[in-house]
């Protein structure tokens, strides 16, 4: 190899490795310091681009679960207030049977028919004053629907769920008709205990109504379990994505502190070495001497 001062070919390459190893220990001093491996697009752009879809999708699970988790508090208050007007279905069937009793003058079932028609007004009122998030949850008369969207993506079927409530209203005159087949229709269903002809009918709709009744407490509750289910099933998707987004875009601090510390050693040799190729073209005067 030729002697030559103009170009030093040592000091350029030595200068080279030693700003390739420069940028490879900023980059891990940069990983270490953000916890991320990606920083920038540079660092990974097919990853930045997964994680970002990622990151997308374990937002709207997170926000499905909380979704889910309503639909479910929604239903349960349904299934309150039903329990309560069972209670009261249950009181109104014992006034009956009270009243069917041939020890009862006509007043005396007048007087039992003032808390009968008092308890018919409040199944009404609480059909029609239960609600959830300010919005009515039974009709009264029918049934409301209630779609609940417990999934992140709007183009897959089977993302919402829906709850019909059933009218819990059993006075409702309007509750009437086929597209009714599980809520206690018709003013006069639990009739009058004003006379015990009029128990004996009450009775009788009052074992309808319980059971019809039951009927819609049995949808409800297997609409919680279900949505419960669902929630499981989401909480799982979205720890899974959660785990795939940190492999791509987490930093591993023992490789990372590994590369740290191997920079940092080629940044001190590298500086020595540029220092002595700096010192070469010194021999030429040696030369020139002779």
């Not at 170009?7 to 420069?22: F, K, M, P, V, W």
Request: charged share 20%; net charge negative; proline share 1%.
């Amino acid at each position: 190899m030729a002697v030559v001062i103009n170009t030093n070919n040592s000091s350029t390459t030595a200068s080279r490795i030693l700003s390739e190893n420069r940028r490879d220990l900023e980059q891990s001093m940069e990983r270490l310091a953000s916890g991320k491996r990606i920083n920038s697009a540079s660092d990974d752009a097919a990853g930045m681009a997964v994680a970002a879809k990622m990151g997308a999708d374990i937002s709207s699970l997170t926000q499905a679960i909380r979704n889910t988790n309503d639909a479910i508090s929604l239903v349960n208050t349904y299934d309150g207030a039903a329990a309560e007007i069972e209670n009261i279905l249950i009181r109104m069937r014992e006034l009956a049977v009270q009243s069917k009793t041939g020890t009862y003058e006509d007043a005396d079932r007048i007087n039992a028919n003032y808390e009968y028609e008092a308890l018919k007004a409040e199944v009404q009122r609480i059909n029609s004053v239960t609600a959830f998030n300010r919005g009515v949850i039974a009709s009264t008369g029918g049934a409301n629907s209630h779609s609940m969207f417990v999934g992140s993506d709007v183009a897959k079927t089977g993302n919402s769920i829906t709850f019909s409530a059933h009218t819990l209203d059993l006075n409702a005159s309007g509750a009437t008709g086929s597209d009714v087949p599980t809520s206690i229709t018709s003013s006069s269903a639990l009739k009058s205990i004003a006379t015990a002809d009029t128990a004996s009918t009450a009775i009788a709709a009052i074992d309808t109504a319980i059971g019809k009744l039951n009927g819609n407490r049995a949808q409800a509750g297997a609409l919680i379990n279900r949505l419960e289910h669902t929630v499981a099933n989401l909480m799982n998707v979205n720890q899974r994505l959660q785990e795939a987004v940190s492999g791509i875009v987490d930093a591993d601090y023992a490789a990372e502190s590994a590369n740290l510390a191997r920079g940092m050693v080629l940044q001190q040799a590298g500086t020595a070495m540029l220092a002595q190729a700096n010192q070469a073209p010194q021999y030429v005067l040696l030369l020139l001497r002779a």
